[in-house]
């Protein structure tokens, strides 16, 4: 399948700091990503649609001044948490539109966001 | 509103057994696409299978197959043969045909292979 490439894995950062999470499609364009949270133990919830050359459309609910969102290549979409807290720690995926063969989505690894 | 609903959370199968996952679901579209995701220790989410609503055809993936039953609004996991490695959380999710932009997720099913 397609390779969706996130990065960091981890991240530890003081409260008030902001933190920069990317998210790659490495062997195909995405003009469509998409950024969820999951809680422990619990499903996918979507936060954002980030569209390529674009402002990103948000989910009811989500901040769009702490959860900044750029999108400005076909293969890379950023995920900002903006003066980070505590009860922002969480993990946080990406995904990519893939419309090669039919319509998929391949989802990066994931970001474990700990804010001390 | 779509919903998808898995009513199982937790299952548990030994090896080389075959375990069926359960998931209904929700809508008053009749064009849609309905997939199953692995999600492992690592978290990676992984794409087990896919399955579209025109097709009548079950969609098969090696070990993995499902049982669509688009009247009943059912789409149930099969998976022959377990391993060990098929341990993970296993999540339903829908889409439309109209609204690409949101997939919606079940709140998954917790698998344990035994050896």
């Known amino acids: 399948g397609a390779v969706v490439s996130q990065h960091p894995s981890r991240v530890i950062c003081k409260s008030g700091t902001s933190v920069k999470i990317e998210c790659r499609s490495l062997?195909?364009?995405?003009?469509?990503m998409f950024w969820y949270r999951q809680f422990p133990k619990q499903s996918l919830m979507l936060m954002a649609t980030?569209?390529?050359?674009?402002?990103?459309?948000?989910e009811q609910g989500v901040e769009k001044d702490k959860f900044l969102i750029n999108h400005a290549s076909l293969t890379l979409s950023t995920l900002t948490v903006t003066s980070a807290h505590p009860e922002d720690s969480s993990f946080y995926i990406c995904?990519?539109?893939?419309?090669?063969?039919?319509?998929?989505?391949?989802f990066g690894s994931g970001t474990q966001l700990s804010v001390l | 509103a779509q919903t998808v609903t898995q009513s199982q959370p937790e299952m548990s199968v030994q090896e080389a057994e075959t375990v069926t996952l359960s998931c209904t679901y929700d809508?008053?579209?009749?064009?849609?696409?309905l997939f199953w995701y692995k999600q492992p220790p690592s978290r990676q989410m992984i794409l087990v299978i896919r399955q579209e609503a025109y097709k009548q055809q079950n969609a098969t993936e090696n070990r993995f197959s499902v049982n669509f039953q688009k009247a009943a609004k059912s789409f149930s996991l099969k998976i022959s043969d377990s391993q060990l490695g098929d341990t993970a959380m296993y999540f339903c999710?829908?889409?439309?045909?109209?609204?690409?932009?949101?997939?919606?997720f079940g709140t998954g099913t917790r698998l344990q292979v035994f050896p």
């Open positions: 980030s569209n390529e050359g674009s402002k990103a459309t948000y």
């Open positions: 995904s990519a539109r893939y419309t090669g063969g039919g319509e998929k989505l391949f």
């Open positions: 062997d195909f364009q995405a003009t469509t």
């Open positions: 999710a829908f889409m439309t045909y109209y609204n690409t932009d949101k997939l919606i």
């Open positions: 809508t008053s579209e009749s064009n849609y696409y």
